[in-house]
């Protein structure tokens, strides 16, 4: 495997960061600092007056990046004070204004790109190419939810109770605030493209970015306010989830969270008591399958992408790879091979293909996984290691064979940049054992015969399944609902649920002309019977 040369990209020494000590000849590791004014003048988006902050520290070298204010119980109050005030304008706001301002905001984020490549890569440490999908991801989002809101959000019009005397109106109205809690692996696409379709549909937000990744969702809420919304209707709060995560559910009318299955267990205890709704995209083990007839190359090309993408801290990554017989030694040979030639990095340059895990806790949980399996008899075909060298929480990207089930990394969630490969021979046990487990949220499958695949693919308990491609084909055409089944999650995110998601559906009946109660002199006999005459007539002529 490769090691990058840092490097820097365009854009630097003309935005918010300037150069930090490095010399390039002895530490192959960047070092980068943020200008003070230009953190400032995010910070002051965040809702806190408790006096205190945390320092927030770049996985690319552990060099301080910022400090961020922390926000009480008290603070999280305020937000949804003002949040609401701005709501009550903002559902007045006509769908087409509404929409003006999401376009403004895709424009924006393309504008924008050098700086938000920056922050995402310092913050969180990814690949700058990784990061770039966020972005695109996100104008993707915004671009999407400003062309069909209309649509998704306009009254429909449904069959009355009898036909042109009774109409039906079906509306979509906004819930009020939503509370947003976010992780640090995506933290632009996951802390502002959940909350895009919920300012679509006319609500305010309160978020509650991840502690590490906070600066990459307030240049996000920067650029919210140039695209003209109103300044109070998204807020910001600081803090660990266990202090603001209750507080947030107790003034929600609807929650959003992305993280662990054993987080978004409590959040649903919590939001089920207060009888408000809440989506969770929660933990996966997801698998990949290459049948006996999928093109090889572009499997393993796949393979790689899918395992390594964000060094494997992605929700969608696949952790198990299970192949068939007659291709297993032609794909792990090709496999093996395009892993090695990767390039590894931990700095700003687009040629990085791989950067380092966020936190010291995420190398403990990886090293642990693999060192647990090659102790028990596993065998890491490539990798295998931790590379201070590189990074503080560096770890290479690791193919394991011989995987077994008293092995940790067997069933339990990796997130890092660790693959388990499984020989099958028919397609029936490959798809029973890409359902064992409790999770279900991404799954792939490679073959040549795309109207076999899918088939199969109905067979696989996961909310999204991509044919021929690692994840992007389900996550990056944000039409499609994106989500987890079984313990990966609930509700879906993108598409038209993305949005209704964040509305209440609102039946409105006229009636007209003809009463629901006897009429013209009819007793209460003869007026059932002619309804139950009416009944009759409407079921012969076909009538729902």
Excluded at 258 to 278: D, F, H, N, V
Excluded at 485 to 494: N, T, Y
């Amino acid at each position: 495997m490769n090691a990058s040369n840092p490097g820097h990209p365009e854009g630097v020494g003309g935005g918010p960061l300037v150069d930090g000590p490095h010399d390039p000849e002895h530490d192959p590791r960047a070092s980068y600092v943020l200008e003070p004014e230009y953190v400032a003048s995010l910070t002051e988006r965040v809702v806190a007056t408790t006096g205190t902050t945390v320092q927030v520290t770049s996985p690319l070298d552990g060099a301080p990046l910022a400090h961020i204010p922390q926000s009480s119980a008290d603070d999280v109050a305020e937000a949804y004070r003002r949040a609401r005030i701005a709501q009550a304008a903002w559902a007045r706001t006509p769908v087409a204004e509404r929409a003006a301002k999401l376009l403004r905001l895709h424009d924006l984020l393309l504008d924008r790109m050098p700086e938000l490549l920056d922050i995402i890569t310092l913050e969180n440490g990814k690949a700058r190419k990784h990061a770039f999908d966020e972005v695109a991801h996100t104008a993707l989002t915004a671009r999407y939810y400003a062309r069909t809101g209309a649509q998704h959000l306009a009254t429909e019009r449904r069959g009355g109770l009898f036909p042109v005397f009774t109409r039906i109106d079906v509306n979509h109205v906004p819930k009020g605030v939503v509370g947003i809690i976010s992780p640090w692996n995506y933290p632009l696409t996951m802390a502002i493209s959940d909350g895009i379709p919920a300012l679509m549909a006319g609500n305010a937000v309160v978020a509650k970015p991840d502690a590490q990744t906070m600066l990459t969702a307030l240049v996000a809420v920067k650029l919210l306010d140039e695209a003209g919304f109103p300044r109070d209707l998204w807020q910001v709060v600081a803090g660990p989830g266990r202090e603001l995560g209750g507080p947030m559910i107790e003034r929600s009318d609807y929650i959003c969270f992305t993280g662990s299955t054993a987080t978004g267990k409590l959040i649903a205890q919590q939001c089920a008591e207060r009888l408000i709704g809440c989506s969770l995209e929660l933990g996966g083990k997801n698998p990949l399958l290459v049948l006996r007839d999928a093109d090889v190359e572009k499997a393993a090309e796949g393979a790689v992408r899918a395992s390594f993408s964000n060094a494997g801290q992605l929700c969608v990554s696949a952790e198990r790879i299970f192949v068939a017989d007659q291709v297993y030694d032609r794909f792990v040979e090709r496999f093996v091979a395009r892993t090695e030639a990767m390039s590894l990095g931990a700095s700003l340059d687009w040629e990085v293909d791989m950067g380092p895990l966020i936190t010291a806790e995420q190398l403990e949980t990886v090293t642990n996984h693999v060192d647990d399996a090659v102790g028990k008899g596993a065998r890491a075909l490539t990798g295998g290691s931790p590379r201070p060298d590189l990074a503080p929480y560096f770890f290479e990207p690791t193919i394991l064979e011989g995987v077994t089930p008293e092995m940790a990394c067997f069933g339990d969630e990796t997130f890092g940049p660790v693959v388990s490969l499984y020989r099958f021979h028919d397609e029936s046990d490959a798809v029973a054992r890409a359902n064992d487990g409790e999770y279900g949220l991404n799954a792939a499958i490679y073959s040549r015969d795309g109207e076999r695949a899918r088939a199969i693919a109905r067979q696989v308990k996961c909310g999204t399944v991509n044919i021929n491609e690692a994840f992007g084909a389900t996550f990056g055409s944000v039409a499609a609902p994106m989500g987890g089944m079984r313990a990966s999650g609930m509700g879906r995110r993108q598409g038209v649920e993305g949005i209704h998601r964040y509305t209440e559906t609102q039946s409105v009946g006229t009636q007209r002309v003809l009463r629901l109660s006897p009429q013209f002199g009819l007793s209460a006999e003869r007026h059932a019977k002619v309804q139950t005459l009416g009944l009759r007539l409407l079921n012969k002529l076909g009538r729902a």
